[in-house]
């Protein structure tokens, strides 16, 4: 038998849904711009896993004024162990890019990594605070990356206390723009007084220009399940392990490019049959996924965070404020225009 090889590329997905920005997302962000002559500090998470892809630029655009960092969740789904060199080189990159702005990976059952970032928190909300007697500090980020989680982890460790918001594995869990939760307090700076974190609603971006972003926003859980086709979504997922290693799905079928083969492989093993003992191959697609999500199919990063990949993303940003309309405008102009090159080059 010839050796496997993977697909080099995913096929582009012309009809797949490019947005998911909802009405409580545009009340949240405008809740926050009024909320911002108070903030001290913006605390903005990215998901590891797509460190580049998750970067929402309406809160730059929104908060963009304010000091911040830049919180990087979900660590542990993105390294296998405590990574190496590539991992360091990695998160090295990413430092550089942000410079002079601090970029903290975290993961919330690591309290080193909780403390590292209270400390941190501690350092620039006081070195930007308004008022003496303590600061308050926004936490954004896009759906599900892990904002309330984050505020939990960071309570716990600053002050020793249980849970004060709400979680879950599906995007849309916060919905409104949150009172203060201390996570720190005694802080001599402010004279005794502490340091308050404010929950946010996670925000989509408006119009996602790039399908292969989508699907990563999508496959991370930043996007509700359904919005893109699940075998849709599994099948973005083979291609990315099987560029890594095919045996990570070895439980369920040899090594494949067919998504059919490999959710058909899924639903016998672990019993999702249908009438007839047909496969249910989306209960497949959305088992697989979540599993990923879950990291027992593989723990790594989507996004190419190599001087390319970074430079790449950079020419592609400028485009995700555009309304939808806006960007489909100009995607028919580009038609029309390649349209006109092949006509001139046939000539
Ligand atoms: N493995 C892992 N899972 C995490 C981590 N942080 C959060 N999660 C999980 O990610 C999911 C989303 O977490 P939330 O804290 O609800 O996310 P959110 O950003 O507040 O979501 P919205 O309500 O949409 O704004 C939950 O299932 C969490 O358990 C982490 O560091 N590691």
Redesign the pocket.
């Known amino acids: 038998m010839p050796p496997f090889t993977p697909r080099p590329t995913f096929p582009p997905l012309l009809s797949l849904p490019r947005s998911y920005y909802l009405g409580h997302h545009a009340a949240g962000l405008t809740k926050m711009k009024t909320l911002l002559a108070s903030i001290d500090l913006i605390v903005e998470?990215r998901d590891?896993r797509v460190p580049l892809t998750s970067t929402n630029p309406l809160f730059e655009e929104t908060l963009g004024e304010r000091a911040r960092v830049v919180v990087l969740?979900?660590?542990?789904?993105g390294v296998v162990g405590g990574g190496g060199k590539v991992e360091r080189e990695r998160d090295q990159l990413l430092r550089t890019l942000h410079h002079p702005t601090p970029v903290l990976p975290?993961?919330?059952?690591?309290r080193p990594?909780i403390r590292a970032l209270l400390s941190t928190i501690h350092t620039h909300a006081t070195a930007h605070a308004r008022s003496i007697a303590g600061a308050r500090v926004l936490?954004v980020?896009?759906?599900?990356?892990?904002?309330?989680?984050?505020?939990?982890?960071l309570r716990s460790v600053g002050v020793g206390k249980g849970k004060a918001?709400?979680?879950?594995?599906?995007?849309?869990?916060?919905?409104k723009v949150g009172t203060g939760v201390k996570v720190k307090g005694g802080v001599e700076e402010f004279g005794g007084g502490g340091i308050y974190i404010l929950?946010?609603?996670?925000?989509f971006i408006p119009y996602v220009p790039d399908a292969t972003a989508m699907l990563k926003l999508a496959l991370c859980?930043?996007v509700k399940d359904g919005i893109v086709p699940s075998e849709t979504l599994a099948d973005y997922l083979l291609y990315q392990l099987n560029l890594r290693d095919p045996s990570l799905y070895a439980e369920y079928s040899p090594p494949t490019n067919d998504v059919a083969v490999l959710l058909e492989g899924v639903a016998r093993r672990t019993g999702r049959l249908v009438k007839g003992g047909q496969a249910d191959m989306e209960g497949a697609a959305g088992w697989l996924v979540q599993r990923w999500?879950?990291?027992v199919v593989g723990r790594f990063v989507l996004d190419d965070v190599s001087e390319e990949g970074v430079r790449a993303w950079k020419e592609g940003r400028g485009q995700e404020g555009m309304s939808g309309n806006q960007l489909r405008k100009m995607e028919r102009e580009e038609r029309r225009g390649r349209g006109r090159v092949v006509a001139g080059g046939g000539s």
């Open positions: 998470c590891y969740t979900k660590r542990d789904l975290t993961t919330t059952t690591s990594s936490i980020g896009m759906p599900n990356v892990g904002k309330s989680s984050l505020l939990n982890a918001a709400r979680t879950g594995d599906q995007p849309g869990v916060t919905r929950d946010t609603p996670g925000v859980g930043c999500r879950n990291g």
